[in-house]
C-alpha cells in the first residue's frame, strides 16, 4: 500500500497552544506519555473522519472488529502468558512485563474527541501502538520510538508522528550519533510501513494465538529491530 494521506485540519488557536505545550513537555520528558497522547488526539481528529469515511473496517475481519470493539485494556494478560512461546499474545504480553507496562495505563479517554466512533477509532489505535513495538521488534528506547513512529505514520497518517519523527530524529539519533539508524533504519521502518497491508482493521484478539512470524507474513511487516531476537536468546540462556 503507498503511505497514508495525512489531513491535519482546522485547528483551534487554544488547541494549537495546548498542542505546542505538550510538545515542548514531550521534549523536556520523552516519557511524558500523558502529554503524548494529548498532542497525539487534537493533531488526528481530521485524520480519523478520513478513516472512517474511507471505509478502514470494510473487510470480514474489520466488520468484526467494528462490531464488537474490543478494548485492549481488557485483555486477561495471564492468558496471553499461558499462549506458546512466539505466538503473538504471549510475545506481547512478555513485551509488557519487560517494558513494566499497564494494561490499565491503555484506558485513557478521549476528552478531545467528538463522536462514539471517533472515539473508538483513536483509542484503537493508541492502543495498538504496544503491539506494533513487538511485531517490528523494537524496544521502548527513545530512537525506538521514533522508528516505530516512522512505520506508524506510514499507516495512519497521523500529523503528530512528523513531530516525534523530527524532533526525536534530532535528539536521538542526531545528538546521540545514532548515523545508521538516522540513515537507514528511519527509511526501513518507513517503507514496513508503506509496503505492509492496512493494519488498523486487524481484529488482533482473534490471532492471539497465531504465531508471531505468521502474523508478519501474512501482513508484510518486516521485522526493524533486535528486540525479538534478544527475547528469544534471553530465553534460550534461562532454559
Sequence with gaps: ?????I???????????RVATAVYRVVRDSTD??????????????????WLSEGIFDSDEGRRL????????????????ALPDDSLGREFARFLDDQSISLAGLAQGTPFTDGADESYLMRRIRQCHDLWHVLLGLGT?????????CFSIAQTGFPYSLIVISLGSLKHMV??????????????????????KPILGVFWEERWAQPLAEVRRDLGIEVIGSQAALSTQQRSLQA
Excluded: K
Excluded at 546521540?176 to 540513515?183: A, H, K
Design 1 to 5: 500500500m503507498p503511505s497514508a494521506p
Design 7 to 17: 489531513h491535519l485540519g482546522r485547528i483551534s488557536p487554544t488547541m494549537a497552544l
Design 33 to 50: 506519555t500523558d502529554e503524548i497522547v494529548v498532542a497525539e488526539e487534537i493533531t488526528s481528529q481530521q485524520q480519523l473522519r478520513y
Design 66 to 81: 467494528w462490531a464488537q470493539r474490543p478494548e485492549f485494556s481488557e485483555t486477561n494478560l495471564d492468558t496471553l502468558r
Design 141 to 149: 528506547q527513545g530512537h525506538e520510538e521514533v522508528l516505530v513512529h
Design 175 to 196: 545528538l546521540e550519533g545514532r548515523w545508521n539508524t538516522l540513515r537507514n533504519e528511519t527509511r526501513a521502518a518507513w517503507n514496513c510501513g508503506a509496503e505492509a
